[in-house]
């Protein structure tokens, strides 16, 4: 089957590039407003993209020309955000947060979230992640009229002491974060299905094919 996209609506390139890029991680999406009460959201068009300077992005999906979801208007006043990674043990709450609710509406208290305070910036963190990265925004850029690619730079990174293998070499134990991937639709994937499998280097590449 071939799909030319130029045939497609917005909604049915949505439908196949999302049912097929996955599972994709999901940005459990922390910010605050101008009165300072703060804000909860996830977003599975979300990557990780370099390391110096370290840099993620998220997409935001806008509900209409002026409503550029909370999340969206807030990451605009305050420049900054925080990204907390979604476990197992906060899918529910996760999707709480994921109700269509105005801005007058606390999804921290909705979900029964506990705000904990950031070290470098204002915006909270949400106290119940394994891991959460304290961003600057560094960029929004519009794609197309209807979404906007939120960029930012990872300042600090705080994450569960149980997941920690040694802090001095940076060694995390990742299956212990129980992370949860968005696969299509409303299904989720747990990522505890893991196989190993190192890079062949070229030289050894080489030589297996010259002697075959
Ligand atoms: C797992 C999951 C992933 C989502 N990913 C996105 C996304 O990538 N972009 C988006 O605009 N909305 C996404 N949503 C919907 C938003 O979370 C939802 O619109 C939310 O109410 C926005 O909240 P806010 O207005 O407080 O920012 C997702 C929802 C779920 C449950």
Not at 5 to 32: C, D, G, N, Q
Not at 86 to 99: F, P, Q, Y
Request: charge should be negative; aromatic fraction near 8%.
């Amino acid at each position: 089957m071939y799909f030319d996209f130029a045939k497609h609506t917005p909604h049915e390139r949505y439908k196949l590039l999302s049912s097929t890029v996955t599972p994709r991680p999901i940005a459990w999406v922390s910010t605050m407003d101008a009165n300072g009460q703060p804000n909860a959201a996830p977003f599975s068009f979300f990557n990780v993209f370099a390391e110096d300077p370290a840099t993620l992005g998220f997409a935001i999906n806008h509900r209409s020309d002026t409503d550029r979801k909370d999340t969206g208007e807030n990451v605009r006043l305050q420049n900054e955000f925080v990204v907390n990674l979604v476990t197992s043990d906060t899918v529910e709450r996760m999707n709480i947060t994921a109700i269509e609710f105005g801005p007058e509406v606390d999804e921290f208290v909705a979900a029964g979230l506990t705000p904990a305070a950031s070290t470098l910036i204002r915006t909270p963190r949400i106290a119940q992640s394994s891991v959460s990265f304290e961003c600057t925004l560094m960029q929004i850029v519009p794609l197309g009229t209807r979404r906007s690619l939120v960029i930012g730079e990872v300042l600090a990174m705080h994450i569960s002491d149980h997941a920690v293998l040694d802090a001095g070499r940076c060694l995390i134990d990742t299956p212990q974060l129980q992370l949860v991937g968005r696969m299509h639709g409303h299904h989720y994937v747990r990522t505890n299905e893991i196989f190993n499998m190192p890079t062949i280097p070229v030289a050894t590449w080489e030589s297996k094919t010259a002697s075959e």
